[in-house]
Structure formats: C-alpha cells, structure tokens
C-alpha cells in the first residue's frame, strides 16, 4: 500500500488549495479514504472521510463549509478542495486507508495559511 500526498503549500488567508493523495497497491475503489491533519503540537485529527464509491462523505465541523473531499476511482486518487482557507488550517495533511486493523498513511504535505 503507498499514498502519496500533493498540492500543499504556503496560502494567503481567504485563499484555497487542491490536496491530491494517489494510492496504489491496493484496490482502492473498495475502500473508505481519509484526510487527516496535524498541526505543531497538537494531536492528529481527522478533517473528512469518503466511502468507497463516493457517495457518503464526512466532513469535520471545523471545516465544514469550507472543505470537500471527493475521489477519482479510475485515476485511484482521492482529494481534499481547501477554500476560505484559516491560519488554523495550517497542519501537515495526511490520506489514511484502513484494511482489516492495518492503518495505511502517507507521508503528509504541509499547509500553510499565512500573510
């Protein structure tokens, strides 16, 4: 299983970012994808999820309004569509798969929200 994060970087407030995480080595059009976040001195946490087919997503009441998450079962990538975007916002994000007990991460790309 590999997970490979892009489209982080440095964003003005008010601004927006696309995060792309690309999987393989796995059939990921059957499993549940997550974006996850964690900023300097806090704990992991997650920003939003989406099922296998894309027809159920859960987005976390921080971001909510903000942040979509959606995923391209062909091209076996899953993203996270960041606007308005905060200084709080500022993390590494993280794409997590789950299979069986087994957490699968990637390697985070870091965002941040700054003038």
């Known amino acids: 299983v590999q997970l490979v994060e892009s489209g982080g970087g440095l964003v003005q407030p008010g601004g927006s970012l696309r995060l792309s995480c690309a999987a393989s080595g796995f059939t990921f059009s059957s499993y549940y994808m997550s974006w996850y976040r964690q900023a300097p001195g806090k704990e992991r946490e997650l920003v939003a999820g989406?099922?296998?087919?894309?027809?159920?997503?859960n987005i976390a009441a921080s971001v909510k309004g903000r942040f979509t998450i959606s995923r391209d079962n062909a091209k076996n990538t899953v993203y996270l569509q960041m606007n308005s975007l905060k200084p709080e916002d500022t993390a590494v994000y993280y794409c997590k798969t789950q299979r069986g007990s087994e957490n699968y991460w990637g390697q985070g790309t870091q965002v941040t929200v700054s003038s």
């Open positions: 989406i099922s296998s087919t894309g027809g159920f997503t």
